[in-house]
């Protein structure tokens, strides 16, 4: 045992000069030490992957709106492409074997033949018949985006035949072709519509939570008056202001504004109980004694901190926009031709014959429900990811 030092004099220390590992000063396996120094983004992107169906809704909202971008290719005919011999023509099955030998994807050609005590149009495939589905072919011309001349399709009907894979409508057009174009406005007008209502709900929701006082309690107010009127007749009795003499573009916007003027309430009461939460924290008032300004300090410091819940908020909102303004065009009072949309589309199928005689005009609704249920689905994904420590 060595001697102690004497009185005064410094105490010996020993540096080691080994690397510090944390992990195994903690005892943590490799698995856990992934977890502990994992990024919040990290964290919420595996929480997210555990919710199989979120992250399958996920891919497919992506595909649909890549998708949009490129429908004009996409689409095997043209927006406003009429086959008159075709009026009304019932969905046509794809085949792969003609005669037990293996042809490829085709479909058969057809013969019509009017019913003299209905006046309905019978068609009946012809099986020696076989027109092959081609791909990456020349089709119908159009302008992609308005600017490019172009005539390249992904899907085209054989050379003089014809591919009606969701039937015809009453002029001839192809159904398939016009829900595929009809994606990209009821899509966008969502997602412009969210932004909208995003911005108002943060910039008002903030600013109420934030300040509290007089301005909090008319917002309040406000938000009450707005929510306790029925949402379907406020958007009729909106949508209904618009003069008809508009162009179908300021229309498509004004339909826009007006969803997103509706919807930012919720989000906006969201906004603001969170700011009252995190507005008496410790970092908050250091960047008020600092000088920081009311936005700096909402825009830097509060609303980051529940990003994430404004997201999953905000997905699921959009279905509502997406459901608003087929509502409206389904009722007449939204979109007008010649834009199209999936209200639009449904306009269609209003009365019941029409249903009775010709189902697939209602084909239109299944782009609807699939859309919405994936919002519905990743927005829990997304609530449940914000989250990552339960």
């Known amino acids: 045992m060595s001697p102690l030092p004497p009185p005064g004099a410094p105490l010996p220390h020993y540096v080691s000069t080994a690397p510090f590992d944390p992990i195994a000063t903690e005892g943590m396996t490799a698995a856990q030490s992934r977890i502990h120094l994992a990024s919040q983004r990290h964290l919420m992107w595996w929480k997210f992957k555990q919710h199989r169906l979120a992250l399958a809704s996920g891919i497919f909202l992506l595909a649909v ?99 009606f894979l969701l039937g015809t409508d009453r002029l001839g057009r192809d159904v398939l072709s016009r829900i595929l174009y009809g994606a990209r406005i009821s899509l966008t007008i969502g997602l412009i519509g969210i932004s909208i209502s995003f911005c108002l709900g943060i910039i008002i929701g903030g600013l109420a939570g934030y300040w509290g006082g007089i301005f909090d309690l008319i917002v309040q107010r406000l938000i009450e008056v707005l929510q306790s009127l029925p949402s379907l007749p406020l958007w009729m009795a909106l949508a209904a202001i618009m003069p008809v ?70 997905t699921i909102s959009i279905p509502g926009m997406i459901l608003g303004e087929t509502a409206l065009s389904f009722l007449g009072l939204g979109l007008r031709p010649p834009i199209t949309s999936w209200g639009i589309l449904l306009t269609e199928a209003k009365s019941v014959s029409v249903i009775a005689f010709y189902p697939w005009l209602l084909f239109p609704i299944i782009p609807v429900v699939l859309v919405i249920l994936a919002f519905n689905f990743l927005g829990d994904g997304l609530r449940d990811a914000a989250d990552p420590y339960k």
């Open 65 to 163: 709106y890549l998708m949009i971008i490129i429908v004009e290719f996409v689409a095997p005919y043209g927006l406003h492409t009429k086959n008159v011999d075709f009026i009304h023509a019932p969905p046509q099955r794809v085949h792969f074997f003609d005669n037990g030998r293996f042809v490829g994807p085709f479909v058969y050609g057809r013969t019509m033949s009017l019913d003299l005590d209905t006046l309905h149009r019978i068609y009946t495939d012809k099986p020696g018949d076989v027109q092959p589905i081609r791909f990456f072919c020349r089709g119908d011309p159009y302008k992609f985006w308005g600017l490019v001349s172009m005539d390249r399709h992904l899907v085209c009907p054989a050379d003089g035949g014809q591919m």
């Open 245 to 314: 003499t508009w162009s179908p573009i300021v229309i498509y916007f004004g339909i826009t504004v007006i969803l997103g003027i509706i919807d930012w309430t919720g989000l906006a009461r969201a906004v603001r109980s969170k700011l009252l939460a995190l507005r008496e924290e410790d970092y908050v008032q250091a960047a008020q004694l600092m000088g920081a300004s009311t936005p700096r300090v909402i825009g830097r410091h509060l609303v980051p901190g529940f990003m994430s819940h404004l997201i999953a908020s905000a």
